[in-house]
């Protein structure tokens, strides 16, 4: 079956701009996570929806980021006003169950803010 | 709060000899503890996990790990390392309850002689 899906796989952008990343779970898995990953380094949590609402979104730096998941699928990602140190790559997990279940990870959207 | 620490940014070893990649955390209650596999351009991909059931655990492409509390350890492990395993790999904790993101180590990078 299809696994995680992230539109782009690349995206590159100027200081200032607005942007979206979109992420596509496995169908049927409730839980979904967001990631970055910044060059040589393990990925740092920045989001977590449960259905439709963002359980936790602690890892988000500032208020610039923002992230929606309107129906309990499809997530997008929203970053306004980039700067290049939002420059990663963005990765989305999904998971059918909170509770320690694996998550299945996406290839990964990477950003680049010049 | 959860840390993992992974010791080695990079490893290096010889086509057929063993495989040691160090693991330690941190963590405030019992944990959930994940060998994750990325290979250049792909996603993560689950190696192994520890869910509070048996304290040896195997996992796919012959790699285990084991967890040891007293230590707070969870090095994984090869007999004989394949040039198919350089990668990179991370170490991850969870809660494994409510809300289940991921807190990652650094990463290690394993290259493989022949």
């Known amino acids: 079956g299809a696994g995680v899906s992230q539109t782009p796989s690349n995206k590159v952008t100027e200081k200032g701009k607005y942007v979206e990343l979109r992420c596509d779970p496995i169908?049927?898995?409730?839980?979904l996570y967001w990631y970055r990953q910044s060059l040589g380094q393990g990925p740092e949590f920045l989001i977590y929806f449960q259905g439709t609402g963002a359980a936790d979104d602690s890892g988000l730096p500032n208020d610039r980021f923002f992230a929606v998941r309107p129906e309990g699928s499809v997530s997008t990602l929203k970053i306004q006003r980039t700067e290049r140190g939002d420059s990663a790559v963005y990765l989305c997990?999904?998971?059918?169950?909170?509770?320690?279940?694996?998550?299945?990870f996406g290839p990964g959207t990477r950003l680049t803010v010049l | 709060a959860q840390s993992v620490t992974q010791l080695g940014s990079h490893v290096s070893v010889s086509e057929g000899a063993l495989v040691l990649l160090r693991c330690n955390y941190s963590s405030s209650v019992p944990p959930y503890l994940f060998w994750y596999v990325q290979y250049p351009n792909q996603g993560l991909q689950l190696l192994l996990k520890?869910?509070?059931?048996?304290?040896l655990v195997k996992g796919i492409n012959g790699f285990e790990a084991e967890f040891k509390k007293s230590e707070t350890s969870f090095h994984l492990t090869k007999p004989s390392a394949h040039m198919s395993d350089a990668a990179e790999y991370f170490c991850?904790?969870?809660?494994?309850?409510?809300?289940?993101?991921?807190?990652f180590g650094g990463g290690t990078r394993l290259m493989v002689k022949p």
């Open positions: 520890y869910t509070s059931a048996a304290t």
């Open positions: 169908s049927g898995h409730t839980a």
């Open positions: 991850a904790v969870t809660r494994g309850n409510a809300g289940n993101m991921l807190t």
């Open positions: 997990a999904s998971s059918s169950s909170g509770g320690g279940g694996e998550q299945f």
